[in-house]
């Protein structure tokens, strides 16, 4: 199990911007990248954006492209996720992880950080 530090959360109007910052401290074998998942009030958890650990495409959830912008700092061991343009549906408690080629989250969670955004 790889430990994972979310940071970043918080309250924030409609229109404004969050990063969140995570601390990914090993790859796990057998996961294609590290990506943010979120999970809103009474919703499932899902996947918003992921960025592999080599080559291939960033992903990003229909509901957060052209907002939301996934980047990774290997020198840091850290994953960001800028948020701009957020709204009340982004609001959520937001946690990354490892994930797999069909974007299937590993299996061990961090504590996650909690996003609001008000109207």
């Known amino acids: 199990q790889v430990p994972l530090v979310e940071s970043g959360g918080g309250l924030v109007q409609a229109g404004g911007s969050l990063r969140l910052s995570c601390v990914v401290s090993?790859?796990?074998?057998?996961?294609?990248?590290v990506g943010w998942f979120r999970h809103p009030p009474g919703k499932e958890r899902a996947i918003v954006a992921g960025?592999?650990?080599?080559?291939?495409?960033?992903y990003y959830a229909d509901s957060v492209k052209g907002r939301f912008a996934i980047s990774r700092d290997n020198t840091k061991n850290t994953v960001y996720l800028q948020m701009n343009s957020l709204k009340p549906a982004d609001t959520a408690v937001y946690y990354c992880?490892?994930?797999?080629?069909?974007?299937?989250?590993?299996?061990?969670w961090g504590q996650g950080t909690q996003v609001t955004v008000s109207s």
């Open positions: 992880n490892q994930y797999s080629r069909g974007l299937s989250p590993a299996s061990f």
């Open positions: 090993g790859r796990t074998f057998g996961t294609y990248g």
């Open positions: 960025i592999p650990w080599s080559g291939g495409s960033i």
